[in-house]
C-alpha cells in the first residue's frame, strides 16, 4: 500500500498571518507617528517575517497523520498497524475524534477530525478501516456461503 499523507486543515493558521499583517500595521503608525527608523525597522521585519510565516503554513499544512503499509504515524507518535486493537469514534474537548487504542495499558492516540479539512474526514476513515483489515488479515464479507470443502478455522 501507498503511504497516504493527512494534513491540518488550512484555515486553522490564518491567526498566524494576521498576526504579521496586524506587526506590519503598526509599523505604519509608528511611521506616520514619527519614532526613529531602527523601531520602524524592527517592527517592519518582525510583521514580515510572522506573515510570510503566515503564508508558508497556509500553503502546506503541518502533517497531522500518515499512514504507511506497516505503521500509522500521528503528531510524530508511530505505532505498528498489528498493535491496534480497537479503533472508533470518541467525543472530546475538541469535537468528534478517532481514537486508536493499542496493546499498551492506557495508551489511546486521538485523530482530531475539526483539525482535518471536511472531505478528507471519510477518506480517512475508509482507509483506516481498509489499512486495519490488511494488517489483521480480515477481509470483507460478501454474504455468499463458504464452498463444501471449506471449514471454518
Avoid: C
Amino acid at each position: 500500500m501507498r503511504t497516504s499523507t493527512y494534513r491540518m486543515r488550512p484555515g486553522r493558521f490564518l491567526g498566524i498571518l494576521a498576526a504579521g499583517l496586524i506587526i506590519l500595521g503598526v509599523a505604519a503608525l509608528v511611521w506616520a507617528f514619527g519614532l526613529p527608523a531602527a523601531v520602524i525597522a524592527v517592527f517592519v521585519v518582525l510583521g514580515g517575517l510572522i506573515a510570510l510565516a503566515g503564508l508558508w503554513i497556509l500553503a502546506r499544512p503541518p502533517v497531522l497523520l500518515k499512514l504507511r503499509a506497516d505503521t500509522v504515524e500521528v503528531r510524530g507518535v508511530v505505532t505498528a498497524w498489528t498493535s491496534i486493537t480497537e479503533a472508533g469514534l470518541v467525543d472530546t474537548t475538541h469535537g468528534e475524534a478517532i481514537a486508536l487504542r493499542t496493546k499498551r495499558p492506557d495508551d489511546t492516540t486521538l485523530i482530531p477530525l475539526r483539525w482535518l479539512a471536511p472531505d478528507q474526514a471519510g477518506k480517512l476513515t475508509t482507509d483506516l478501516q481498509e489499512r486495519l483489515n490488511t494488517a489483521n488479515g480480515y477481509t470483507i464479507w460478501d454474504g455468499s456461503a463458504a464452498e463444501p470443502g471449506d471449514r471454518a478455522e
